[in-house]
T-cell receptor
């Protein structure tokens, strides 16, 4: 079992650009959630996808959008990148109450 | 939203010492998880423990949901225990959305 996998592991983008991050859930999991973790802080919930629809959303602007595919994998898209979007982006998958996290994508906006 | 407070924020131990990390939360929860974040950013599942007591090797955890706190015990600490420990809760009525505390940064020295 490969667990939750995310790609890429590191990414550098320029302010104003757009970025897409990818997540493959743990085998048998149908729910994917995305979190943003700024340096020195705990992860913050962005949104959650289930059955290819956004089920819940945290306090993030519309520049943050996502998608879930029929195979349960997911993408996180961020438009019009700001310097403040620099963070570790974590994907979590679940099929019940316990969530399992990937290794994250470290995004740097310059 | 729900508030999650962890204490202490920082902890330095000598190898072999024991420690107790605390997580207080401000509302009823139906999920509580403890994670260890390694230096590469990966969140490692330690316990899924909405109530009761569990043990896994040198680690154990207790959640008293009626009093809104959880404790993580680390015995005979090792240098590999170093990292940040997060408590995350799911408030009743917010399915699968985890709210994280600010973490306890643990450093175990020789």
């Amino acid at each position: 079992d490969a667990g939750v996998t995310q790609s890429p592991t590191h990414l550098i983008k320029t302010r104003g650009q757009q970025v897409t991050l990818r997540c493959s859930p743990k085998s048998g999991h149908d729910t994917v959630s995305w979190y943003q973790q700024a340096l020195g802080q705990g992860p913050q919930f962005i949104f959650q996808y289930y059955e290819e629809e956004e089920r819940q959303r945290g306090n993030f602007p519309d520049r943050f959008s996502g998608h879930q595919f029929p195979n349960y994998s997911s993408e996180l898209n961020v438009n019009a990148l700001l310097l403040g979007d620099s963070a570790l982006y974590l994907c979590a998958s679940s099929s019940g109450p316990e969530a399992f996290f990937g290794q994250g994508t470290r995004l740097t906006v310059v | 939203g729900i508030q999650v407070e962890q204490s202490p924020p920082d902890l330095i131990l000598q190898e072999g010492a024991n420690s107790t990390l605390r997580c207080n939360f401000s509302d009823s929860v139906n999920n509580l998880q403890w994670f260890h974040q390694n230096p590469w950013g990966q969140l490692i599942n330690l316990f899924y423990i909405p109530s009761g007591t569990k043990q896994n090797g040198r680690l154990s955890a207790t959640t008293v949901a009626t009093e809104r706190y959880s404790l993580l015990y680390i015995s005979s600490s090792q240098t590999t225990d170093s990292g940040v420990y997060f408590c995350a809760v799911e408030r009743v009525g917010t399915a699968s959305k985890l709210t994280f505390g600010t973490g306890t940064r643990l450093q175990v020295t020789l």
